[in-house]
């Protein structure tokens, strides 16, 4: 990874700066001017914390410090370190100067009963800089003010699935759950990992129930949700059938439940599994891993509906990825100023690589590969998205249902409990 990389050139240099001292060695000049310092030149400071490992994002934070004319403390934090890291800095009011949340209700609504973060509609205004973001990519809260600009486009969850064991298996991508069921039987008679699941830290199983809900019926989470349904209708308890047949038939690795995401996309990545569900944002990291290995295809058809009638998105619009500043700032005029360009330039990455932006962006598109390009049509293709119902529970809501769907996928709960118990807990959340 990118930051990787900075991290250890500045640790060589540290180590070459310690090797000089001890030896008593002069400083070495090449004729080239000494660069004057942040503190030297005046310059404010910007403190930044990220949880996107896409090295685009270090990239993108360092040019934006130089054009805004401020000095980068950069911060990559690991997903879910971060989830726990942000939690408490809100609660102590010890945030950076900008940092970057997750999407969804269940993560925004923290930060903004927190009351830790400042308006920018005012820096928006005076730099001309909203007129640049597309309609209702800005949320404008109950209030009247915007809090936050967006640090990443719309993604959704993605079949991913390696091409080299695919063809050691003499299949073929399966394209209904009868040929799921028999793709999964024969990776499993070969030894191989069906599918790579991360369940320590619960997200990818219950997206994955989420979408196979949508694929028995494209509206039945929002009907439910409304009181127009139940969550104990036939598509919830179809879909938590589903969830139970595969792991009776073991499609995911062995102590899947207590694997780390990144330990599960390293199964994938290194020939161990057969697919990966996951998001599209992880399009250019896989394929730069895996090359021409990583093969995609649209979610296949599990249920009564079709494979272009849904897929479930990672946000809505009301709650998106997106970057905050810290209202105890020091700089909080350049923070907000960095904060806004920084999504903008952002922006202009996702354009680059052919996925739709959320401003307006002078970059050109530049080619895409294979994959990426067969996503992107049919992502044009797809009726719905809908969005992952963490992202639309409150905090407290979301995470025990997130704790009871784990008991699905252990099988703690049969599907008819687990459903009975979904109705309980989300007919509290209309």
Known sequence: MFGKKLGLVAASALLCGVALSACGGAEVNNGETPKPDAKAEGKESVSLWIFDADPMYQAAAEATAAEVGVDLKYEYIQDETYKTKISVALAANELPDVFQQHAGKSYRTPVLQSKTVAPLNDTLDSTGLGAKFLDNQLVKEEDGNIYSVPSNISTTLVFYYNKKLMNDLGATPPATWDDLQAVVS?????????????????????????????RQDVNAFDKALSGQAKFTDAPFVEAAKQVASLVSSNAFQKGFLGSAYLDA???????????????????????????DNLGYIVFPKTGAEDAYSA??????SAAPYSLFVNNSSKHLDKAKEFAINLSLKLNDEFVRKGLPGYAASEVKSESQNEQLSTYASDIGKTAKTQAMWFGLLSADIGQEYRDMTQ???????????????LETLLRSAE
């Open 186 to 214: 024969k990776a499993e008679d070969k030894g191989i990992i069906p599918i790579a699941l991360g369940g320590k830290e619960r997200w990818q199983g219950d997206l994955l129930y989420n979408l196979l809900v949508a």
């Open 311 to 316: 897929t479930i998105g990672f946000q809505n």
């Open 407 to 421: 008991q699905l996928y252990g099988g703690n709960l049969t599907p008819e409990e687990y459903t009975a118990q």
């Open 265 to 291: 996309q390293e199964l994938f990545k290194n020939d161990k599994a057969l697919i990966w569900i996951d998001g599209s944002f992880n399009f250019s990291a896989l394929s730069k891993a895996m090359g």
